[in-house]
């Protein structure tokens, strides 16, 4: 990515293609999973180098290793938080990184690790952003009365869930459903929105100013 002018805008494509992502995740691993079939079907002209966790006992760890994807686990055990991320961006330089994917990664990252991978990690959140940013996004909507929830893909900044917004897709709100119906709707919807704007975003060519991240008009290539 090149600087013009107080904003920045991506080379075409952002990366060489199939680009290196690797996928940070703490848990189940369904989004892990959505980018890993997007990949292997070839909508997503990308390659899941590493499947990294701060928990061993995550279920995406075996998703990964059933995929034949490499899968490490660095744990933060009562060390300093530096140390931690210090080990993981070892990890993640290691493997060749190009894109680091946040798929249900649920550690605050700090100012400095984001600096490090500066515009260079996704995160895929529950909420139509900037409503809701934070933990359990589905049940604060739902329990606010929301008529339309939804996900979003945004770059990560150094602030909680408040980077530039790639994507979103809505969710409304069905009369009668539940909180674990509403969110397992919204779950089916980041399953489509996080290959799908990765994939534009590795097309390249977007701009940030600001806070706002502009992609180019269809058929404008330039670099
Ligand atoms: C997803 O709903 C993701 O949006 C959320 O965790 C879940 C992980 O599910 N992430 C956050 O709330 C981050 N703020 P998965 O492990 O099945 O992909």
């Not at 980018?35 to 075996?62: F, N, Q, T, Y």
């Not at 798929?103 to 605050?108: C, D, I, L, Q, T």
């Not at 934070?134 to 869930?161: C, I, M, N, P, S």
């Not at 980077?163 to 489509?192: M, S």
Request: glycine fraction near 10%; include cysteine; charged fraction near 20%.
């Amino acid at each position: 990515m090149t600087a013009v002018g107080g904003s920045f805008r991506a080379p075409v494509p952002w990366f060489p293609l199939p680009a290196r992502l690797a996928v940070l995740l703490s848990g189940r691993g369904s989004n892990f999973e959505a980018l890993a079939d997007a990949c292997d079907s070839g909508a997503l002209p990308a390659r899941i180098v590493l499947v990294l966790s701060d928990r061993a006992d995550a279920a995406g760890l075996e998703k990964a290793r059933a995929r034949g994807i490499a899968a490490a686990v660095e744990e933060r055990g009562g060390e300093p938080r530096a140390a931690h991320e210090a080990r993981l961006a070892g990890r993640i330089r290691s493997a060749g990184t190009d894109v680091v994917c946040l798929a249900g990664f649920m550690r605050v990252l700090s100012p400095a690790f984001v600096e490090r991978f500066e515009r260079r990690i996704v995160n895929v959140h529950p909420s139509l952003l900037p409503a809701f940013p934070g933990l359990e996004a589905q049940r604060q909507a739902f329990e606010h009365g929301v008529k339309v929830a939804g996900a979003t893909v945004h770059l990560v900044d150094a602030g909680t869930d408040t980077g530039p917004i790639a994507g979103q897709e809505a969710v409304p709100v069905r009369p009668g459903e539940d909180a674990a119906n509403l969110a397992a709707r919204i779950l089916e919807a980041e399953h489509r929105l996080y290959p799908a704007t990765l994939a534009a975003l590795l097309d390249g060519g977007w701009v940030i100013e600001g806070r706002c991240l502009r992609f180019p008009a269809p058929g404008n290539t330039e670099a």
